[in-house]
């Protein structure tokens, strides 16, 4: 037997097991060793409130289910671990104030801690049953052994998350921009040639705006960098709170900013809509702006908004027809724009 369970024990580490799997061979082969009727892994809350059956096999009367849970205080796994004893072969006697176990009949138990690096309790590896059973050292040391496995697992899982929280926070840090927290140039970028393939696969215009912040030099020379970059995140928050659902706004320059959707049906086209989405941009950035010690009046941006066939040009192209409108609408302008401080 001994032979048979370091064999399963080595085959077991030498593949790539999810925890579970790990878990449940490792309590297949526990119930074997100590013959007992269930055996199963616990997990204690953090805050030690309650511990709950993470993953148990029942092979006979005993049954233990998965998904339970019960009082810490009131659990066999507290009083063993408080009475420092790993094994009771008459747990009426021992535990005699232990209503759970009275409830389920349990009379031989087995358990240990599972505790991680840092010291912490995660849970507890146990077997148990109706039955009365000995506890062989090897029973013991195997016993010990898989609850060092568990461990060991439960860290690798925890870091592989880390590591692809830490991933992800590193992907979404490379598409943010980091004063306004929005899409940045690549992504809006990304997004609009993704845009442009799915808006010709079925038949749709996609619409371009770009924003140009007029006079966006004075308000850095005449109040300094701090108010320009709290303006920047002002503008940006209205931006983003004017766009639906499924349209992009990023910033893709220094006082430049790029809004694209799906627009109107190829065969669909619509001045009216599209002067109305420029108006729309216009307007909502016109107004006061709180900037620290002083308010400003910005009287409004450069708007170039542009409706393109994905199936008659490319996003480069878009991108060059939108930044023209702008331009032409900036030229257009009959006086210079200032900046009125209140």
Known sequence: MSDYILARVSE???QDHSLETLVRQLLEMLEMVTEMESTYLTRIDTDGRYQHILYSRNSKQL???EGFSLPWGDSLCKRALDDNRLFSDDVAHDWADCEAARAIGIS?????PVVLTDGSLFGTLCAASTGQHTLTMRGQQVLRLFAGLIAQSIEKEKLVEQLREANAALIAHSYTDPLTGLPNRRAVFEH???LFDSARKVGYQVIIAFIDLDDFKAINDRLGHEAGDRFLIEVGQRLSGSCQKDEIVGRIGGY????????SAADNHSDAALTQRKHTLQHCLIGEYPLGPVKIFYPGASVGVVE???ADTDADSALHAADQAMYQEKH???KKRFVQLN
Not at 108 to 112: A, G, K, N, R, V
Not at 257 to 262: M, Q, V
């Open 12 to 14: 077991t580490l030498t």
């Open 63 to 65: 049954d233990i289910p």
């Open 108 to 112: 031989s138990y087995l358990s240990t």
């Open 192 to 194: 609009l040639t993704a």
């Open 256 to 263: 430049e900013f790029l809004l694209a959707c799906r627009g």
């Open 308 to 310: 393109i066939n994905p």
């Open 332 to 334: 257009a302008k009959q």
